[in-house]
Nanobody, 118 residues
């Protein structure tokens, strides 16, 4: 059974930084593409960062240059380092294990709240 557990959210002032972590169990982590998505109140969930098994990354324009996704395959953990946070970054942040050709399911964590005050 695949489980994802996020941590690291909280309240921060605009311009500050936070690091989110997501620990994955029940999966061969190293060959999976991992992602972070977020959902603000009244808005659709937004894919903001992905990291592929080989380490390549990509980002949504809204976070490019401020956020960085990384992974530690030895710890089965994916991180999202967030800098220069803005009030519009306020959302629930979700970790996602993306589908593969042999497993079409997505797996999600429970979400962690990030609130950025102005």
């Amino acid at each position: 059974q695949v489980q994802l557990v996020e941590s690291g959210g909280g309240l921060v002032q605009a311009g500050g930084s936070l690091r989110l972590s997501c620990v994955v169990s029940g999966s061969v982590f190293s060959d999976k593409t991992m992602a972070w998505q977020r959902q603000a109140p009244g808005k659709q969930r937004e894919l903001i960062a992905r990291i592929f098994s080989g380490g390549r990354t990509d980002y949504a324009d809204s976070v490019k240059g401020r956020f960085s996704i990384s992974r530690d395959n030895g710890l089965n953990t994916v991180y999202l380092q967030m800098h220069i946070l803005k009030p519009e970054d306020t959302a629930v942040y979700y970790c996602q294990q993306m589908p593969t050709t042999w497993d079409p399911n997505s797996y999600w964590g429970q979400g962690t709240q990030v609130t950025v005050s102005s």
